[in-house]
């Protein structure tokens, strides 16, 4: 008699636990593992497992299939076990749903279908090589910027210097002492008669607790020159009457011996008389005044600094210094003056001017003060000042692309006027 399930009806074999059908246990084996009842040959099972309708053993109605979740590959050779025996023959013409995808372990991973991918993991010390690398690109920006305001500014300096350098200023060395005795004033005389400087003889000076005054007088003719070369300090030069100059020199600050100690050369000869420039001093100041023949011939400086004024002189000037302050009063002779940085204040009377005169500035302004009746041919240019004119002049000023000029006669004309400045304003006034 046919057994069939309580539950589903479904008909029950020999030796079932569970109804195939609905899963239900129906208690009818005696073993403890009783073996799975095969389906008959030709059976919808019995076959290879992709060969025709598949019947699962799930308890699920319908047959649910188990196969593997995923694509698939088609004949997929499945290793068998050595003493498994002989393969069937339909199981190795079998083949696998052409979804089926097989999974291998990963290694020391419980579950998974397949390894992951593991990228290359990220190298650590980038960023802090980038960092190291930008700090080089500063240092080396930083470094070729000093490198190159260095030579910049070293540029600008040499420039500066080669464009104020004052010519024929000797480098004077420091004065060696002379032997005392015959052989000391033999030497000396030697010295002086060949014309080369000899320290100014200060006996006779007045010396005080701030000052030491040393005043001397020199026979010259009018055709002869007085020069200053290579000396700082401030000078006034006035012209007088009579064929003697005199030279007065006032040394200012320290004690008497270092007031001694700063010397004042000084060289004769029947065409010259000069002063030359000694050992410099930062704590003494050396200043003179000089009276010379109204009409001696010619008075020529080369300075680096110093203030020099000129009153009353009826000589030749020719003036180059690199930096002070420039004044003439009532000079009616030829004057060459450059100046390089400083000012220059001139002022002329009624006084004839037998020849041109001409004043230049770099760095500076130029003040002509000119009285009615004074005759000259004027011309005065600026390359980035300004010039103002007294409108009693009746002059008109042009523009230029670069600078100012005018031209134009005062009084009744005569010789040249000539006021020039680089850097600076130019100023007429009556």
Same mark, same amino acid.
């Given at each position: ?24 246990? #129906? ?47 088609? /004949? ?209 100041? #050396? ?52 100046? #390089? ?20 500035? #770099? ?12 005759? /000259? ?54």
């Amino acid at each position: 008699m046919t057994e069939r399930c309580n539950n589903c009806g479904a008909e029950l074999y020999a030796g079932q636990q569970f109804c195939r059908q609905c899963g239900t246990p #129906v208690a009818r084996a005696q073993q403890q593992d009783a073996p799975t009842q095969l389906f008959p040959k030709g059976g919808p099972n019995s076959g290879p497992v992709n060969s025709g309708p598949f019947a699962g053993t799930s308890p699920l109605a319908g047959g649910a299939r188990t196969d593997a979740v995923g694509p698939q590959t088609a /004949a997929a050779y499945q290793p068998r076990p050595s003493n498994s025996g002989p393969m069937p023959t339909g199981f190795q013409q079998a083949q696998t749903p052409a979804s089926f995808q097989y999974t291998s372990p990963l290694v020391g991973q419980p579950f998974g279908s397949q390894p992951l991918s593991v990228g290359t993991p990220a190298r650590k010390g980038r960023g802090l090589k980038w960092l190291v690398a930008l700090f080089a690109v500063f240092v080396f920006s930083v470094g070729a910027l000093g490198v190159g305001g260095y030579l910049w500014l070293r540029a600008k300096r040499q420039s500066y210097a080669a464009r104020t350098n004052v010519p024929n200023v000797p480098n004077i060395p420091k004065i060696p002492e002379m032997p005392s005795g015959d052989i000391g004033n033999k030497i000396k005389q030697a010295l002086k008669e060949a014309g080369l400087p000899q320290p100014l003889d200060e006996s006779g000076a007045t010396v005080t607790g701030t000052d030491t005054v040393i005043t001397k007088t020199f026979q010259l003719d009018d055709d002869a020159t007085f020069s200053v070369r290579g000396i700082g300090g401030n000078f006034t030069i006035t012209g007088t009457d009579g064929e003697q100059a005199e030279v007065k020199v006032t040394k200012h600050g320290g004690s008497p011996d270092e007031r001694k100690a700063v010397p004042v050369l000084l060289s004769q000869t029947d065409e010259q008389l000069s002063i030359v420039g000694g050992p410099a001093s930062s704590g003494v100041e #050396v200043s003179y005044e000089i009276k010379l023949p109204r009409d001696l011939k010619k008075i020529e400086i080369r300075s680096d600094h110093g203030d020099l004024k000129f009153a009353d002189f009826g000589g030749a000037i020719d003036i180059k210094l690199r930096q002070g302050n420039l004044e003439f009063r009532d000079v009616s002779g030829s004057v060459h003056s450059e100046l #390089v940085k400083g000012d220059v204040k001139l002022s002329l009377d009624k006084s004839e001017r037998e020849d041109g005169q001409e004043f230049s500035v #770099v760095n500076g302004n130029i003040e002509a003060t000119i009285a009615d009746g004074a005759d /000259a041919n004027l011309k005065a240019e600026t390359i980035t000042g300004e010039i103002s004119v007294d409108e009693r002049y009746g002059l008109k000023v042009e523009k230029h692309p670069a600078g100012r000029s005018v031209t134009g006669q005062l009084g009744d004309g005569g010789p040249a006027l000539g006021l020039k400045a680089v850097n600076g304003d130019i100023r007429l006034k009556k």
